[in-house]
Nanobody, 128 residues
Framework: QEQLVESGGGLVQAGGSLRLSCAAS????????MGWFRQAPGKEREFVAA????????DYADSVKGRFTISRDNAKNTAYLQMNNLKPEDTAVYYC?????????????????????WGQGTQVTVSS
């Protein structure tokens, strides 16, 4: 079964940093754009960042631009989200996802419905 597994979440003080990892189970994911999304309690899941299959294109939510960096290492079949200068409002469960049909799109998608494979999520908690 193809799957994504997130890791790297935890508790951090405001201003601190975390790096999330998303390990993919198969090389099929090498061609898929990857995205990071997050969901806080009582809120809708929202787009955070996305990266194209070859890593050449990235996109970020305005709320994280300049603080978060998405990257991928296809040799390791892993995507990353480096989160710097974390704020309490970043507290959420973070999910990675893969866009199976991303090859039919220009750029990368910020739309949840376009992502076909999802990880189980990893909790990020930022204390004030």
């Amino acid at each position: 079964q193809e799957q994504l597994v997130e890791s790297g979440g935890g508790l951090v003080q405001a201003g601190g940093s975390l790096r999330l990892s998303c390990a993919a189970s198969g090389r099929t994911f090498l061609t898929y754009p990857m995205g990071w999304f997050r969901q806080a309690p009582g809120k809708e899941r929202e787009f955070v960042a996305a990266i194209s299959g070859n890593g050449g294109t990235t996109d970020y939510a305005d709320s994280v631009k300049g603080r978060f960096t998405i990257s991928r290492d296809n040799a390791k079949n892993t995507a990353y989200l480096q989160m710097n200068n974390l704020k309490p409002e970043d507290t959420a469960v973070y999910y990675c996802a893969a866009d199976r049909d991303g090859r039919f799109r220009m750029g990368v998608s910020t739309t949840i419905a376009n992502y076909d494979y999802w990880g189980q999520g990893t909790q990020v908690t930022v204390s004030s």
